[in-house]
């Protein structure tokens, strides 16, 4: 009979509940690209050139992002005991990096345009750039819920929240040139897109090394997780305790637990193992944890120092 005590993976990772509104939020940015590319071509605006070549990356993103909730889905086996669920992970990488060089081209090309500005049909451009900031709204309604429970899904965002701040400077670009003549706004803007860009670059990035350097999950304190852990009954000292993620909304933790004689350390309502199990799901959310129930003395015997 099963013991019910969480050693089994969860069935759908967190962005995975998300794949139809990413899909939904790939066809506007492939509309919104295609749009954006011919208004270019006719304004001559290097700022929605800008904000098309930042579509583009961000539709391949979504798309990747998209491949990878499907299959992180999969379930695991012998030889990938936790499945494909890191794919996400991989996939927000790629995004990362993808949006860091987008943005450093936005900069680059925009500072050499200010030197030699061209002519712009403002009109174009502006209807154009309205019509991109009205659908990029759309799609962080879409994703604004799931961005904050799957870092793939947050990859997304973010890179439809570069659209939308990029809409907003090309509208901005737009009315300054037709109310002042300043054709510079339109190379001003694309360098502000850049701008606007790298630091949520960096913030995807920042926490996707935290996720691939197996470092302690956001929100889990672990010496809360020790005392927790220490107060529950026949537990006499927590070592070798670690915490880390494999993917998004996947917190797992493993620790060695050292009881009392008189505990009793397998299955039931009154053992020490389904106690530990229950304190964790119920305090920390926490549903995949390991333990290594060893006696009292059982520490001298081991090899390696545990914190």
Known sequence: MGHGHGHGMPRGTASYAHRRRMVAVLAILVVIMAVEVVGALISGSLALFADAGHMLADGLGVALALLATTVAARPASTARTFGWQRAEILAALTNGVVVAVIGVLAIVVGVRRLADPGEIETGIMLAVAVVGLAGNLGGLLLLRSGQRHSLNVRGAYLEVLGDTLGSVAVVGAAVVIMTTGWVRADAAASVLIGLMILPRAWLLLRDVLDVLLE???????????????????????????????????????????????????????????????RCLAGHFDIEHSTFQIEPMGHVEHEHAAHP
């Open 215 to 277: 470092a302690t999950p956001k929100g889990v304190d672990l010496e809360d997780v020790r005392r927790h852990m220490l107060e529950a009954p026949g537990v006499v000292d927590v070592h070798d305790l670690h915490a880390w993620t494999i993917t998004s909304g996947v917190p797992v933790l493993s620790a060695h637990v050292v009881i009392a004689e008189s505990a009793e350390p397998g299955c039931g309502a009154d053992s020490v193992l389904d106690g530990l199990h």
